[in-house]
């Protein structure tokens, strides 16, 4: 009976079972469901498009079409798209951890270790989406950074079947979870919201989309300089897993748009002590403010620091 009620309170979602809700933003809400034919659990995000203009509502489409391309272990899946009278829902793979974000608050922050498994695994995504995809995410932030704990598997899609034996990633579903750099209960990191993600190239072709030859010197240099926005982003969200606090705040928006704007961040004491030269030394490549001279994703994957061992803990007896 109850779910007679919530199905006529979201027309069009008669096939799941709507559950807890799993977080929010600023035209949506997102709950985990059950999708009662196959018993599977999903997230669905619910936009309201009472009060969406045009453009909103491309929007959400552009952030539908983009999502269908996506296929990798390190981003959450697509399942469907459900267009309602009252409501568009996009039914997604569920991230059951919930958000970094949220994780980062419980902690405080993350060890270096720690820290190094969840950016690892948003920069394979990262480069899955600037060098194979042609897409820039642009909202690369904690509260879009999921996770599935340790110990659970995927809901659906199970990705260990995608993945190549020799990507050290894979052994994360089978459970074979390195000691030392687990930790937190922080198993599969996957990013999610593609609302305002860009397509700068189409997918396969890998021809810049629009007219090559009639585009203008300022667009070609924007898409130039897009993918950097990603990996100064990256930058700040492995600043603030380090330490617990972003690089950049302050109460007046003026004044942080020009401390932004300068870069002026600082390895703040007592909190950074403890960090090591070689961690700093990343996130300063990262936050650079020429995107020319930034690190793009594969210098950033070829960086010392993440590619440093994670100490090894003694073998049980
Ligand atoms: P918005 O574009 O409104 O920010 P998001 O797609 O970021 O929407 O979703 C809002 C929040 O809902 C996220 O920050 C997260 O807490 C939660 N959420 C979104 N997708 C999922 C998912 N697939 N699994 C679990 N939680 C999710
Ligand atoms: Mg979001």
Known sequence: RLQKLKSVK???????????????????IVYKARHLPS?????????????MDQAQKQAVLK????????????????????????????????????????????????SEDLTRHVITQVAHAIRYLHEEVGIVHRDIKPENLLYLPIESKPSINPVAKLRKSDDPS?????????????????????????????????????????????????????????????????????????????PFYDERIETLTEKVAKGEYTFLTPWWDEISADAKHCVSKLLTV??????????FLNDPWMNKTAVAQPAPA
């Open 10 to 28: 979201y027309p069009g979602l008669e096939n799941y079972e709507v559950l807890e809700q799993m977080g929010e933003g600023a035209f949506s």
């Open 39 to 51: 018993n599977q659990h999903v997230a669905i995000k619910i936009l309201r498009k009472f009060q």
């Open 63 to 110: 952030e539908v079409t983009i999502m269908r391309q996506l296929n990798h272990p390190n981003i959450v899946k697509f399942v469907e798209f459900i267009d309602s009278e009252p409501y568009y829902y996009i039914v997604q793979e569920l991230a059951v951890g919930g958000e970094i974000f949220t994780a980062i608050v419980k902690y405080t922050y993350f």
């Open 170 to 246: 894979s052994k994360q579903d089978e459970g074979e979870f390195v000691p030392g750099v687990g930790g937190g209960g922080i198993g599969i990191v996957k990013i999610a919201d593609f609302g305002l993600s860009k397509q700068i190239w189409e997918h396969n072709t890998k021809t810049p989309c629009g007219t090559v030859g009639y585009t203008a010197p300022e667009i070609v240099r924007d898409e130039r300089y897009s993918k950097e926005v990603d990996m100064w982003a990256i930058g700040c969200v492995l600043y603030t897993l380090l330490c617990g606090f972003p």
């Open 290 to 299: 020429d995107p020319a001279q930034r690190y793009t994703i594969d210098d």
